[in-house]
């Protein structure tokens, strides 16, 4: 590896071939450590003809894996060294810490240099993590028009579609014809890099409607674009959240949708790659939260980091596991006398509780989508209390047997059964039950639920197992 390094850095000519004999992913996608080595070594040697080559062939994705992987010094010295053939749109692909990072060390006129060739979504994602200090100094440094759109963007809320639209697009007059809008999309040179249909607006810039491409391309010239203008097009507010414009793209299966201020002025657009991320960043953030995880950790978070922002959720939990935990103290007595219950009785609690948890789930992510709502919701709710009740029944006539055959206690297997299906039932009703109530008063049924429906199950299940064995067995 180290002469072909040296090889490479010192014929920069014959960079394409290093990189097929060098290729950056092994057979499973993941980044080669002889390919991160090997360019931390041209770094390192300042070799900024041989990385500039090297960096001009790579995607923006494949540039940000590399940055992620390199050592933190090696990464603001590949950013000096390559300057403008660096692409900032890379840095969108690594871990928020990592972009924070760099954004803070690098010298706000190489950010605003890498930044001016970026698109207005791509520049505000990179710039609204970092402090606002740095912000500005980075802004400072951009042209006046530039430095205007994007501070625009910023000023809209956070998770927004003013936040993820390109302001690029292409308006024109609704008196054009055909004719006149093909040759001034050949004609302007300033015209966005991708694009899938043109919006028609007045001379205030309101909105007057859409044109596919595929439609003006099939059109004649001389045809008024009047003609062909879809005045119904679906659009969507600036103030709009990212979410609800992601599920809007997938039911009316969108590639592209113009963006309005209140006035119905066209101020931007949002592509079907914008989604794609959004959808992306939802999903993940669910994913956490289900699991009391805040949605901003990063892997490459130190310890410390993540340990304080895992700690209030840990101490939620322990608090309701001290609740679930003095349901045993009411049946201190009963448990004394019978050892049967204290083994069995968490069978009980945990069945319930991992019932729930797969109720949650489907609840959580039916209210995300907008699947479960007021029109269903009893039928709903109807349909995961008899699947808990259904595997209850099931899942007594298991453990039921298995308690008997185990303790050879009379009435044992009984007692349990009966626990059995109520906790179940229970753990169905808490895991839509809950959810939808933090739905209903706005909090988030991903990040609280779990905490709540496992505490129910645990109450339940601790207390109808020992209630259930109380009166069962005349226990005192």
């Known amino acids: 590896m180290a002469d072909d390094v040296e090889r490479a850095m010192t014929d920069v000519a ?70 403008a053939d660096f692409d900032f749109s890379a840095l969108n692909e690594v871990d928020d810490a990592v972009r924070e990072e760099l954004l803070e060390e690098l010298e706000p006129a190489t950010v605003a240099e890498g930044v001016r060739e970026l698109e207005a979504d ?76 043109i919006y028609s607006v007045d001379s205030d810039q309101r909105w007057q409607g859409a044109v596919s491409l595929d439609t003006l391309l099939r059109a004649r010239r001389p045809v008024p674009l009047a003609d062909l203008i879809d005045e119904d097009r679906r659009r969507v507010s600036v103030l709009e959240d990212q979410e609800e414009v992601a599920r809007m793209f997938g039911k009316y299966n969108l590639v592209a949708a113009p963006v309005v201020d209140p006035d119905n002025r066209l101020v931007g657009v949002i592509t079907i790659d914008d989604v794609v991320d959004v959808i992306e960043e939802e999903a993940d953030e669910d994913l956490k939260a289900l699991g009391g ?98 595997n209850g029944i099931a899942f007594a006539l298991i453990t039921g047997i298995a308690a008997y055959l185990w303790f050879k206690t009379p009435g044992l297997g009984i007692v349990i059964a009966l626990a059995m299906i109520t906790n179940l039932v229970a753990g169905a009703l808490g895991g839509i039950l809950i959810p939808m109530a933090l739905d209903r008063v706005k909090a988030d049924p991903a990040v609280a639920s779990g905490t709540f429906v496992t505490t129910v199950t645990d109450v339940v299940g601790f207390f109808a197992f020992l209630g259930i064995a109380t009166l069962w067995f005349g226990l005192k």
Not at 56 to 79: K, N, S, T
């Open 293 to 390: 995880v805040t949605s901003d950790e990063e892997l490459s978070d130190n310890f410390l980091t993540i340990a304080r922002a895992r700690f209030l959720w840990l101490l939620i939990n322990l608090a309701t596991a001290f609740l679930a935990s003095s349901v045993l103290g009411l049946f201190e007595g009963q448990l004394e006398q019978m050892v049967a219950l204290a083994v069995l009785a968490p069978i009980v609690a945990s069945q319930g509780g991992n019932a729930a948890t797969q109720t949650m789930t489907v609840a959580v992510r039916a209210l995300a989508t907008r699947q479960l709502n007021p029109h269903n919701a009893v039928r709903i709710i109807i349909r995961e209390a008899m699947v808990g009740l259904m």
């Open 122 to 197: 791509d520049a505000v994602e990179l710039l609204e993590g970092v402090d606002e200090d740095v912000q500005d100094e980075i802004l400072d440094k951009l042209p006046l028009s530039e430095r205007v759109a994007i501070e625009r963007s910023l000023t809209y809320p956070e998770n927004s579609a003013g936040r993820r639209m390109q302001t690029d697009f292409i308006a024109v007059q609704p008196d054009w014809n055909v004719g006149q809008a093909i040759d001034y999309m050949r004609e302007t040179p300033d015209l966005p890099d991708r694009f899938y249909e």
């Open 14 to 83: 014959d960079d394409a071939s290093w990189l097929d004999r060098m290729p950056m992913r092994d057979t499973d996608g993941n980044v080669r450590p002889d390919f991160v080595e090997a360019i931390s070594q041209a770094v390192q040697a300042a070799n900024a003809g041989f990385l500039c080559e090297i960096v001009g062939e790579l995607h923006e994705a494949d540039l940000g894996d590399l940055v992620q992987a390199l050592a933190p010094d090696d990464r603001i010295r590949l950013i000096e060294l390559t300057k």
